[in-house]
């Protein structure tokens, strides 16, 4: 309270016990007891600034990610922004470039919206459209602006380049040693027909004779 500097004033803390997750309730006035106004300008973010620095001084505990989120207590909007985002996990992961990754959304009924700086066609952010709302992509996680999007499709691509080259030069190699095994075969049933090293010229003659005589007696 005093980071926001909410000081100086009359102030209730409640701890209940009506839901399954343990939390607070501040009430305070907003005029301190000196009769000034405290103010409540850019409250939101100042609080979750100063709640992840107490989280970090005191060794509390940080949420790892969306992947324990009880979905059915989620309302709206809550509820269509968390169905986005188990979408765009899923999705990101297995697309290479924009172009399929709006077709698979388009499919589970997202839409997308593009923001470009001034007029030009450079995009500077997402939007992403369901059940009648609409996120900007870091809204429904760090993860899925537009940039970080981008980045990685283009590390899906260049993943998938590399695993088809590693499968061509894998084929590649293949080949070659199939190529020279079959050669070796080749050259070694051929030197079964071979004379000279492997059966003495004399044995040779006698048995070159012998096909003569027995072409004779066919002859006859």
């Not at 005093?2 to 102030?11: A, F, G, L, R, V």
């Not at 989280?55 to 709206?76: I, N, P, Q, S």
């Not at 509820?79 to 290479?96: D, P």
Request: proline share 2%; glycine share 6%; with cysteine.
């Amino acid at each position: 309270m005093e980071k926001m500097e909410i000081k100086d004033t009359q102030y209730i803390i409640g701890l209940p016990f009506d839901k399954e997750h343990p939390h607070v309730h501040i009430a305070f006035n907003r005029i301190d007891n000196n009769g000034k106004t405290i103010s409540d300008r850019n409250d939101r973010f100042k609080s979750e600034k100063i709640c992840k620095e107490l989280t970090a001084k005191y060794g509390l505990y940080f949420a790892d990610g969306k992947e324990k989120v009880k979905e059915y207590r989620l309302k709206e909007p809550d509820k269509t922004k968390y169905e986005i985002y188990q979408t765009l996990k899923a999705e990101i992961a297995q697309c290479r470039n924009w172009k399929a990754l709006l077709a698979h959304l388009k499919k589970q009924d997202i839409g997308v919206r593009f923001k470009y700086k001034g007029n030009s066609q450079e995009v500077q952010g997402i939007i992403f459209e369901k059940n009648g709302y609409h996120f900007n992509g870091s809204k429904v996680d760090r993860g899925f602006s537009y940039s970080k999007i981008d980045f990685a499709l283009q590390q899906n691509n260049r993943e998938n380049e590399q695993q088809m080259q590693g499968t061509i030069n894998l084929v590649s190699n293949v080949a070659s040693v199939t190529s020279e095994i079959t050669n070796d075969l080749i050259e070694g049933g051929l030197g079964l027909f071979r004379t000279h090293g492997t059966v003495p010229a004399e044995v040779y003659n006698t048995l070159d004779k012998k096909k003569k005589k027995k072409k004779r007696k066919i002859h006859l």
